[in-house]
Structure formats: structure tokens, C-alpha cells
């Protein structure tokens, strides 16, 4: 068969495909496209969107994760974790938490987080008994801070303790996933500091704990987990709106000052074989302390928020819980969310192409009522698919997909759309 005779075969294919009763298809399939690659340009090159769609970028600062745990999560329905006890440090205190870790190892946790920065070594009598209590105590984790260096794969460790106190012990960074330095849905579970792979806080004790859990998260092979939070910070002075106002308790906590003032209190059973964190959740019981404090998709009043609602120590908690309940978040892959985003555009195309027969001021508010009546259907998607399942669907592209169609379908019709027909006709003759 010749060049020829199969170039003819083609061209008679492509001419039956491309007959004029074919047409409203591929016009439905060219302006979901020219759609597709209008959002995803806009949400990717560095311009401003907001005059473009001030929705979309007004919600940009938001996540279908803060709707879904904020005011769908029932966190009366969430079981307590035993494994885990935060003992809230207050102001750092190093005799004290000598005395803390001493008692630890006597009641054989499994694992000690040391969630504070003992950075400064004074040459005091505390620090030698600090530095005492760590050396007689295997399983214990420091926390430290990583700087990400701007344009290098590699980041450096900027802030920990003094080599004083951890000598051999084993550090894991406490850095977690936050853009603004506020709001925290995420964290790295491995990361390369100084060349090497560095673990998590979360992950690290939690490998100490359960061994299988470390070859569990190399096997997941995903750099950013999101955090699935359901456990809110305990205390008395939490137990308040926005923070835990139905009261319910999902973690011991104790101040260090209780603890060493009636150690006896606590049985032999109280730390054994537990993962024990050591970190800061206000000065007193009754402080509502601002420091290390973040918003998290469990506050309750996830717009316009004023309260960060948990600590550092109390997400660390909620990451270890997850890891080791393996309650992780499935992220659903760009390559499926531009998909349905394609063919959210070609069924609006046809439901626009039906309304367009009546007259433009009858036809608007009905165009405007399925646009608001999509919206809340993939709202309610997303949030099923996150609470019930534990996929996370990307609702902010998809709900720009949504907001953007008829304006889109406007401009292709008046601008592009006789363009490609005088292609089509032109080819077809």
C-alpha cells in the first residue's frame, strides 16, 4: 500500500469523523479543552487572578480538608488513643525534666519525644542532671528545625539542642508542612538534611513503637502526607469554642509539675510500653498560651479564625496516631483531576447549549442556579470522599471548572467558536 492511497484512507476517515453532525461534539470537546488549559494556566503561572475569579482566589487560602473536619468531623465519635501521653513542659524547666525522663525510663515507655530546643548549655547543676537522666535512656528522640535552603534540593539543620545533652541519641526533625507559618494540614515524613535522609519527629518515634512502620512509609514513597487529624488538643483551657467545645478528650495530658508533685498518682501501667511526649502546651494548666500554637482543619471556625486551636506536640500526637493506625489521606492525582475537570466542561457545554435557545435574561439565574447547585454537590462529594474513604479530591480546581464554564462558554462561542468551524469546513471541502 503507497503513501498515497493511505493518505486518502486517512483523509476519508477524518472526513466522516469531522461530518457536520458531528460537529457539536467536537465543538464540546475543543471548548473543554480550550477551558481545561485556561484554568490549569492560571492557577500555575505567576499572575494576578484576582480580577479573573476573585472566588477561587479568595478561597485559594482554604482546603476541603478545613470544611470537612471543622464541621463534619464528629470528634465525640473518635476513640481515645492510649498509646500516647503528652506531658506538657511549661516553661522549660531542666531539673525538672531530668526528674520527668528518670521517672520515664523507671516506668519503661517505649518512646520519649523531647519536643524543645535545649540549645544553650549554661554549665549549671541542672544540666549535668539533665545530661545524666538522657544518657541512662535509650529510646528517646530530640526534636530539631531544618532550614530549607531557596533553590537547593538540600536543606540544612538550623536549630538543636546542644550536643551536651544528646550526645548519641537520635534527633528527627519538627518541621511541619505550613506555607504561612500558621495553618498546618501536612508534614514530610523523610526529608534530606546535610545529605542524608532524616526522618520526622512523628515517624521516628512512631518507628520506635511499631517497627513496621518506617518500611511502611518508604513503601508509600510520598513526599508530603496529609495529616489526618482527628484528635483535638486536650486541656482545660482548651475545652473552650473554637478550639474543643464539646469537651472530649482524645489524649492523657499532664503538667510536668503534676507529675512530679504526686508521682504516685500514676500507676506502673501509666507509661509502660507508651509513647511519651515532652512539649510545650502553655506556662499552666489554665494558660491559653499563643506560642507554638497553629491552626489546624479541626478548628471550628475554619474562615476568618482568630485562635489557633493545637500545639506543635499535640500535632506531632495526631501524626504518630495516624501513622500507627495506618489512617493515611489518598491524594487524588492531577493527571484524574484534570480528567473530570474535562468532562465537568463538556456536560456543562451541552447543558449551556440547551439553555442557550431562551433568551438571555430568562435563560442566566437558571445557569446560575446549576452552577450553585453543582457546587454544592462536589462540595459534598469532596467531603464523603474525605471522611468516609480517605481520598482527597483537588475542590479547588474543580470548583473553579465550575465557577469559570459559562464565562468560557461565552468566549468560545462568540470568539473561537467560528474560528474552528472555518478549519472544519475548510478541511471537509
Known amino acids: 500500500m503507497n503513501l498515497r492511497l493511505k493518505n486518502n484512507i486517512l483523509k476519508g476517515f477524518l472526513q466522516k469523523l469531522l461530518r457536520p453532525r458531528n460537529h457539536l461534539w467536537i465543538h464540546a470537546i475543543t471548548y473543554s479543552g480550550f477551558s481545561l488549559l485556561f484554568v490549569y494556566l492560571m492557577h500555575h503561572l505567576p499572575v494576578n487572578q484576582l480580577f479573573i475569579d476573585p472566588f477561587s482566589e479568595a478561597i485559594k487560602s482554604h482546603d476541603i480538608m478545613d470544611v470537612a473536619f471543622s464541621k463534619f468531623r464528629d470528634k465525640r465519635k473518635v476513640s481515645f488513643d492510649s498509646r500516647i501521653v503528652i506531658i506538657n513542659s511549661g516553661i522549660t524547666d531542666r531539673a525538672k525534666l531530668a526528674k520527668t525522663i528518670d521517672i520515664l525510663n523507671f516506668r519503661k515507655a517505649a518512646a520519649i519525644g523531647i519536643d524543645l530546643i535545649l540549645d544553650t548549655l549554661y554549665n549549671t547543676q541542672e544540666d549535668s542532671m539533665l545530661q545524666q537522666a538522657i544518657s541512662k535512656t535509650n529510646n528517646i528522640v530530640f526534636g530539631y528545625i531544618f532550614y530549607e535552603k531557596k ?16 550526645q548519641d541519641k537520635t534527633e528527627a526533625y519538627v518541621n511541619l508542612g505550613t506555607n504561612d507559618g500558621f495553618s498546618v494540614r501536612a508534614f514530610e515524613p523523610v526529608h534530606h538534611v546535610g545529605g542524608s535522609e532524616n526522618f520526622s519527629f512523628g515517624l521516628q518515634l512512631s518507628a520506635l513503637y511499631d517497627t513496621t512502620a518506617l518500611p511502611f512509609i518508604h513503601k508509600r514513597h510520598i513526599e508530603k502526607e496529609w495529616i489526618n487529624f ?28 503534676q507529675l512530679l508533685n504526686d508521682t504516685l498518682q500514676y500507676d506502673s501501667t501509666y507509661f509502660a510500653n507508651k509513647i511519651v511526649l515532652i512539649g ?15 491552626f489546624t482543619p479541626l478548628n471550628e471556625e475554619y474562615t476568618g479564625r482568630s485562635i489557633p486551636d493545637m500545639h506543635g506536640v499535640t500535632i506531632h500526637a495526631n501524626i504518630i ?30 447543558v449551556y447549549r440547551r439553555m442557550e435557545r431562551h433568551n438571555f ?3 442566566m439565574p437558571f445557569i446560575r442556579l446549576i452552577q450553585i447547585l453543582e457546587f454544592f454537590i462536589l462540595l459534598m462529594i469532596c467531603v464523603l470522599l474525605l471522611l468516609s474513604f480517605n481520598i482527597k479530591l483537588g475542590f479547588v480546581f474543580i470548583v473553579t471548572t465550575v465557577i469559570l464554564s459559562y464565562e468560557l462558554f461565552e468566549l468560545y462561542e462568540h470568539k473561537f467558536k467560528p474560528y474552528v468551524q472555518r478549519k472544519l469546513d475548510a478541511f471537509l471541502n
Open 230 to 257: 482527628k484528635r483535638v488538643q486536650p486541656g482545660y483551657s482548651s475545652m473552650a469554642y473554637p478550639i474543643n467545645h464539646d469537651g472530649v478528650v482524645h489524649y492523657n495530658m499532664i503538667h510536668i509539675d
Open 280 to 294: 510545650f502546651c502553655g506556662e499552666t494548666e489554665q494558660a491559653l498560651s499563643m506560642k507554638d500554637r497553629y
Open 151 to 166: 533553590g537547593s534540593h538540600n536543606s540544612i539543620k538550623a536549630l538543636g539542642s546542644n550536643d551536651f545533652f544528646i
Open 361 to 363: 435574561f430568562r435563560s
Open 321 to 350: 496516631s495516624m501513622i500507627l493506625d495506618r489512617d493515611f489521606i489518598c491524594e487524588v492525582s492531577h493527571f484524574r483531576i484534570y480528567l473530570y475537570s474535562f468532562l465537568l466542561y463538556l456536560f456543562n457545554y451541552f
